[in-house]
C-alpha cells in the first residue's frame, strides 16, 4: 500500500490549471531552463537526497563523488525534497521539480496524464534498458506506447504462513513445500484445520489506516469487483455497489462469524497486521514478498514463516502489482535525462557491475544480520533472463538462511504467473476508498447481522460523493 496518493478539491485544481496555463511547454513547444553550468556540464537535481548526517547521507555523498568523477560532463545537485502530493503541485506548476524524483504506481498515471513526466522512451532504448524492463511493468508506467517512468522497485501479493502452524495441521509436505490453496474455498479450509489444531486464528486480515482497504480490492478483484470507471466525458463514478463486491466482503464476514478463524481484535492496523502474524497468533496473511522485514522485529525466525502464491477467486486469478519509480520532470532536457539515467544505472542495471555486486551483497548481507529470511524472490523490475536478475538470485540461493522449499511457490509464482494477471491499484482517490472499505471491513466484523450490500450501496454512494464527484479534471 502506498503512503501517498491524489487528494480532491483545490490542490488539484491548482495544478491542472497550471497545465492550461503550460501547453506550449508540455507540449514540447516552450523553452526549457537551463541545463548547463558555466562550465558546460549538465546539471541534474536528484530529489530525496537525505538532509541529516548520517550513514545515509555519507552514502549518498560518496556515490556523488564516485559518479562525477566517473562522468565529468555532469554536475549532481542534491535536493532534499521527498515526494508529497501537498507539496507536488505548486512546485510542478512553478517548474520547480528536481529533475529526478521518487514516487509509487499509484501516483504514475495522474502525473502523466497532467503531463509533468517526461516521454523518456527514447532515452531508454538508447541506454540499451527499454527491451530489459519486465514487460508486465513496464506497462504500468507506459501511455499509449510511450515510457513516463523508470521503475525501481515492485511487488506483487501472494500469501505468508506460519510453517509451525502447516506442520500442526497437516498442510505442509515431507521436503517443507507447504500444500497450495488453490481458492478462497480452500484458504478457509486450511484456517479452519490451523484453527482445530492449534487453537489460534488461521487467518488475519487488516482492517484500519487504510491496510484492509488495500488488500481488500485484490480479494475483491478476484470475485470480479470492480471498484471504478472513467467515461466518455473522462468522469470517474463508484461501481463496487455489486455482487461482486459483496460476495468478497461476505468472505470476510463469514471468517469471523460462520468459521471463527480470525483473531478476537478487529482494528488491525499495518503494526498490529504484522505483529499478529509475527508473534505467531495468525497462521497465513496476505502480503508481499518484502514482509520478513516487518515480522522478524517480534522474534520470528527465518525457518518460522514461508510464502505461496496467491489463491484464485471464483471470478479472476489476479494479484495486485504495486511498486515504485523514478520520475524525471516533464522540464529536463535530452542531456538532463541522458545524464539522470546514467545515475540511475549505477544502482538499477541489467546488467552486474562492480557497483551492483556491493550494493547487492551489502544489503543481502545487513537483512541477514537482522535475521530477516532470505530466500525469498520477489518481482523484478527487470526480465527474468537478465544477467542482475540471475545474479541476484543465484546470490539469494547461496545465502539462504531456511528451507528455500518454504518459499517455493512464492517464488515460481513470481518467475512465471502463468494465467495469474497482474493488476495495480486504482488509479484516483486510492487511499481514499482504502478508508471507506476499512470502514465496511470493521462493521462486519463486529455486526454479526451487517449487511454486505447495503454497507457498500452506502460507502459507494458517499465515495462517488465525497470524492470522486470533487475531482476537478
Known amino acids: 500500500m502506498k503512503k501517498m496518493t491524489w487528494k480532491t478539491g483545490k490542490r488539484l485544481l491548482a495544478m ?64 532534499n525534497w521527498v515526494f508529497d502530493i501537498k507539496t507536488f503541485s505548486a512546485k510542478a506548476a512553478g517548474g520547480q521539480l528536481p529533475t529526478l524524483y521518487n514516487t509509487h504506481f499509484t501516483e504514475v498515471p495522474q502525473i502523466m496524464s497532467a503531463g509533468y513526466s517526461a516521454d523518456i522512451t527514447d532515452a531508454l532504448k538508447k541506454h540499451g534498458l527499454y527491451d530489459k524492463f519486465n514487460k508486465q511493468i513496464l506497462d504500468v508506467v507506459s501511455k499509449d506506447g510511450r515510457v513516463y517512468a523508470f521503475p525501481f522497485a515492485a511487488y506483487v501479493l501472494g500469501m505468508a504462513y506460519n510453517v509451525e502452524m502447516f506442520e500442526a495441521a497437516g498442510l505442509m509436505e515431507a521436503d517443507g513445500t507447504p500444500k497450495q490453496p488453490k481458492n478462497w474455498d480452500e484458504v478457509v479450509e486450511f484456517a479452519v484445520k490451523i484453527k482445530e489444531a492449534t487453537g489460534k486464528p488461521g487467518f488475519i486480515f487488516p482492517t484500519a489506516n487504510n491496510n484492509g482497504g488495500w488488500i481488500f480490492t485484490c480479494l475483491a478483484w478476484s470475485f470480479g469487483a470492480k471498484f471504478m470507471e472513467q467515461d466518455s466525458d473522462g468522469k470517474w463514478k463508484a461501481t463496487f455497489d455489486s455482487p461482486e463486491t459483496a460476495a468478497a466482503l461476505q468472505w470476510i464476514k463469514d471468517l ?148 528455500i522449499n518454504h518459499v517455493k511457490l512464492y517464488n515460481d509464482f513470481t518467475a512465471d504467473l502463468g494465467e495469474c494477471e497482474l493488476q495495480a491499484e486504482e488509479p484516483v482517490c486510492t487511499q481514499e476508498l482504502y478508508g471507506v472499505l476499512d470502514s465496511c471491513i470493521q462493521e462486519v466484523l463486529v455486526n454479526k447481522n451487517a449487511d454486505c450490500t447495503e454497507l457498500l450501496k452506502k460507502a459507494a454512494s458517499d465515495f462517488q460523493k465525497n470524492y470522486l464527484d470533487n475531482l476537478d479534471y
Open 256 to 403: 469471523k462469524w460462520k468459521y471463527d478463524v480470525l483473531p478476537a481484535n478487529t482494528l488491525i492496523d499495518g503494526t498490529e497486521y504484522y505483529k499478529g502474524f509475527g508473534t505467531a497468533n495468525a497462521g497465513m496473511m496476505i502480503s508481499a514478498g518484502d514482509f520478513p522485514r516487518n515480522v522478524t522485529e517480534y522474534g520470528m525466525q527465518p525457518d518460522e514463516f514461508g510464502m505461496f502464491a496467491m489463491p484464485a477467486g471464483p471470478k479472476r486469478h489476479v494479484t495486485l502489482l504495486g511498486g515504485s519509480v523514478f520520475e524525471l520532470s516533464n522540464k529536463a532536457t535530452e542531456a538532463q535525462i541522458d545524464a539522470a539515467l546514467r545515475w540511475l544505472e549505477g544502482e538499477y542495471t541489467p546488467v552486474v557491475t562492480d557497483e551492483f555486486k556491493t550494493i547487492t551483497e551489502t544489503a543481502m548481507n545487513n537483512a541477514i544480520e537482522q535475521n530477516q529470511l532470505i530466500g525469498i524472490k520477489s518481482l523484478n523490475i527487470w526480465a527474468n533472463d537478465t544477467e542482475s536478475v540471475q545474479y541476484s538470485h543465484k546470490l539469494i540461493d547461496e545465502k539462504a538462511n531456511a528451507n
Open 16 to 79: 491542472f490549471a497550471a497545465v492550461t496555463m503550460m501547453t506550449g511547454a508540455l507540449g514540447g513547444c516552450g523553452n526549457k531552463a537551463s541545463d548547463k553550468d558555466e562550465q558546460g556540464r549538465t546539471v541534474i537535481s536528484i530529489g530525496s537526497w537525505p538532509d541529516k548526517e548520517g550513514a545515509e547521507k555519507e552514502a549518498m555523498d560518496a556515490r556523488k563523488a564516485r559518479f562525477e568523477e566517473a562522468n565529468s560532463d555532469v554536475v549532481i545537485l542534491p535536493d
